[in-house]
């Protein structure tokens, strides 16, 4: 063996060199014709068919120098399943089950029941990248395919299977969508289901993008160019007529839409209905609200009608009544006129509604008597009474002292109900003619001072003046009189106050 371990100042011998030469001949040998590309055949010590059927062992250290494969079949593989080719059009590709020969074919690299193939290829043509994937299919060992490349350059058109683009802030840019599943972008949700109708009040039509169906749910904006007319319909993309509905399930009144307004409508469906609406509305109409007020109602605002008759509208005045009637209970009833009233009094203390009267004043109300907060002043006259009245036996007993002493009549006689205070009182015998008594104190002199009752039997025979010896006998709801007769029917005449 040739030395191995020369210092600097060691002197080459004869046998050195010899030593050398030997070793450089043995391996020429073992390595065979290494003038041109080496082959099996030319292989004399086997070297290279081992490089071909083994593995190169090596642990650790590092590859210099390119490594160069060339064949029409698989080149480089890991496992089985993985392989790094390249192909004569200039298609490099990485791979999992296929790889590239000449001409740009692609091949299987394993029978497999499912796994199927798919790759990474660089295209020198259009400079890009792409990848297939065949999906879980069967698989034969180096019988040939066609994917289906997919670019993988990003890319912010509407590209079929393109990854999508990203700006500098990570923004997604991608196509406006058109299918359920795609991605929204904003200028597609500002906007989206947005459109400006056309025909005609009673029949809108609108074209509203990405609107393929109508299925319940679906809400769209419009905007009219015209008011709406009796019972209008909205007919979107062609899609059919639908009648646009209130929330109550009627049909706007015409023109309750208006031309130029954006209105907001969502598919029931079988119709459109408005949104934003107030829902119900009462029955009121312009007479029945106060003037100068509005109130909505299922064809929109109203101004009311009603006249205001609050003190405030009229400056503290007065309103007159439409009439006026009294009952038999003594009630003054009032009919008001029609419209608006506050309660409470003005200034002077009096209330709104007013009814004239001109004979309605405290002359025309007897003295002492109130109606309605009006004194009367008017002085107190006589009131005549009149009737029948049939007494007793009962005796007087000198319960009518005579002025002269002699006899106060043998019987008494009751008078109630007469509601006056007497101050003349003449009672008359039915059966005897001339036989009457009678009370009156103004009869001066006829009468005597403190015995003004008089009574006669007949038109021969009278006594002397009497009076009440009780007090009560004689008041506005009891009289008690004297008489010659007993159970007998008398006429009475009472004037009084």
């Known amino acids: 063996m040739a030395k191995t371990d020369w210092k600097f100042n060691d002197i080459v011998t004869e046998t050195d060199m010899n030593e ?3 070793e450089v001949n043995e391996a020429k040998a073992e390595l065979g014709d290494m003038e041109s590309v080496p082959t099996e055949a030319k292989d004399a010590a086997g070297a290279i068919g081992e490089l071909h059927t083994k593995k190169l062992d090596k642990s650790g250290g590092k590859m210099t120098g390119a490594l160069f494969v060339e064949t029409a079949a698989r080149e480089i593989s890991a496992g089985s399943w993985a392989d790094m080719s390249a192909n004569s059009t200039g298609y490099a590709l990485f791979a999992q089950n296929c790889y590239t020969a000449n001409n740009n074919e692609y ?27 065949t999906g879980a299919i069967a698989t034969t060992a180096d019988v040939a395919f066609t994917p289906n490349w997919i670019s993988m350059r990003p890319d912010a058109a509407a590209t079929a299977n393109r990854t999508i683009l990203r700006d500098a802030s990570g923004r997604g840019k991608v196509a406006p969508p058109v299918a359920a599943d795609d991605i929204a972008r904003l200028d597609t949700v500002q906007t989206f289901g947005y459109g400006t109708t056309s025909g005609t009040g009673s029949a809108y039509t609108a074209a509203i993008g990405l609107v393929a169906a109508l299925t319940e749910g679906l809400r769209v904006t419009i905007k009219l160019h015209a008011a709406s007319g009796a019972n209008p319909t909205l007919n979107i993309n062609g899609l059919g007529a639908k009648g646009i509905l209130k929330p109550s399930g009627s049909a706007p009144t015409a023109g309750l839409l208006k031309a130029g307004s954006i209105y907001t409508l969502v598919y029931n469906g079988s119709a459109f209905t408005l949104q934003g609406e107030g829902g119900e509305y009462g029955t009121a109409v312009a007479a029945e ?12 605002l109203v101004t009311g009608t009603m006249p205001n008759y609050s003190r405030a509208a009229l400056g503290e005045g007065y309103t007159l009544a439409q009439s006026i009637k ?16 506050t309660t409470g009094l003005n200034g002077a203390g009096f209330g709104t509604v007013l009814i004239y009267d001109p004979d309605f004043i405290a002359t025309n109300i007897r003295q002492g008597v109130d109606i309605f907060g009006l004194l009367g002043t008017m002085p107190v006259g006589y009131k005549i009474v009149a009737g029948t009245v049939t007494n007793g036996s009962i005796t007087t007993s000198n319960r009518f002292p005579s ?4 006899s106060d009549g043998g019987y008494i006689v009751e008078i109630t109900g007469h509601n006056v205070t007497p101050r003349i009182v003449l009672l008359m015998n039915n059966a005897f003619y001339g036989g009457y008594t009678l009370y009156c104190e103004e009869l001066v002199p006829d009468t005597i001072s403190g015995y003004p009752i008089r009574s006669r039997q007949n038109n021969a025979t009278r006594t002397d003046f009497s009076k009440h010896a009780n007090l009560n006998d004689f008041t506005s709801s009891y009289i008690c009189l004297p008489s010659w007769f007993s159970d007998t029917t008398f006429k009475y005449i009472i004037i009084g106050q």
């Open 107 to 133: 091949r299987y690299s394993n029978t497999h029941a499912s796994l199927g193939a798919r790759g990474i290829r660089f295209n020198h043509t259009s400079a890009s990248v792409e990848y297939f994937d």
């Open 403 to 406: 002025y002269g002493g002699g």
């Open 326 to 341: 009294v009952d038999s209970m003594g009630n003054l009833v009032i009919e008001p006129k029609t419209g608006f009233y």
């Open 289 to 300: 609200v106060l003037a100068g007020k509005t109130i909505g109602t299922e064809s929109g």
């Open 20 to 22: 050398l030469g030997q």
